[in-house]
């Protein structure tokens, strides 16, 4: 199999998993949304301890220790992942699916707005315009909700946050999770012990199958992790961001056909203009990509001279 082949099948199965990812919270409660957050970081450290240990690909702590400014950034990471899970299982489990779909539908636009507000890059004018569509759509989502759709705005911001201190860092998947984790356990064992004094743990006192899938929280999260890792290693930038919508259709097909949560007309006309500034950043995106490698291929041309008899 080629590594672009095996791009394309580490991204599905990242998103796939992401994409059905509701279903599998679900059969988590009765747990809240902290203890299923907590168990999550728990076993995510413990998953990816072992793994680790199996490649012996453990002296990357102590080079990561002696640069401090990588772990304050680490702790920020940890944070804002923190955020963006605890959001996320909140909203699953609260029947608010198709609003967690909306956040991760204008997380690329928010990653573009970041690029601007904190990076200082410049914006190509399909660009600007696709941020004004988005704009549109949180008014007419606002209106809907009767509020900001503030748990689709913290999903999309935490999440693109996220992403932007892990490029700086530029830190291995399983490294940087497994770190991310190790900073996060120290509370999250201290919340669970403290449900447990006040009798209030879910965990082994619910059922054997509830029980183990706590557990295997932690192999839910570090294995689309790791896949996209490999996806990304290997696939060009367009392709990465053309199937990352695989997801939040997903999602949203969950929160609509499965949870029958309502959709009325003003919701779908904010989507549809969600849909639309994608569409039109992904075209963008495309018509750019195709300009660059046009020309760094028209840079690297030479006349080779034809040899005469």
Not at 13 to 35: D, N, S, T, V
Not at 45 to 59: H, K, P, T, W, Y
Not at 220 to 249: C, H, K, S, V
Request: glycine letters at 10%.
């Amino acid at each position: 199999m080629t590594p672009l082949r095996l791009g394309y099948l580490y991204g599905f199965g990242a998103y796939l998993i992401w994409g059905f990812f509701p279903l599998y919270l679900k059969l988590l409660r009765p747990a809240g949304p902290l203890e299923i957050l907590a168990h999550r970081i728990v076993w995510s450290v413990v998953f990816v301890a072992l793994l680790l240990g199996a490649l012996r690909n453990v002296g990357f702590l102590r080079a990561l220790l002696r640069r401090p400014w990588a772990v304050a950034g680490i702790v920020t990471a940890a944070a804002l992942i923190a955020v963006n899970w605890g959001t996320y299982i909140y909203g699953v489990n609260s029947g608010r699916v198709v609003e967690t779909a909306l956040g991760y539908f204008i997380n690329p636009l928010v990653v573009v707005l970041l690029g601007v507000t904190v990076l200082r890059e410049r914006l190509r004018p399909l660009q600007w315009v696709a941020l004004g569509i988005s704009g549109s759509a949180v008014v007419v989502l606002t209106v809907d909700y009767g509020h900001l759709p503030w748990l689709a705005l913290t999903l999309a911001f935490s999440f693109a946050g996220y992403g932007l201190v892990k490029k700086r860092l530029g830190l291995p998947a399983a490294e940087g999770l497994f770190v991310e984790s190790a900073v996060l356990a120290l509370p999250a064992l201290g919340y669970l012990a403290w449900l447990t004094r006040r009798a209030e743990l879910t965990f082994g006192h619910v059922s054997a199958g509830h029980t183990a899938l706590l557990v295997l929280a932690g192999a839910a999260t570090a294995i689309p992790l790791l896949l996209f890792a490999g996806a990304a290693n290997r696939l060009p930038l367009t392709g990465l961001g053309m199937i990352q919508y695989l997801a939040p259709i997903l999602q949203l097909g969950c929160g609509v056909l499965i949870f029958h949560e309502p959709m009325p007309p003003a919701r779908l006309a904010g989507f549809a203009l969600v849909w639309l500034a994608l569409g039109v950043f992904t075209a963008d995106a495309v018509r750019h990509a195709r300009h660059n490698r046009a020309r760094t291929r028209a840079a690297v041309t030479v006349e080779v001279p034809v040899p005469t008899p």
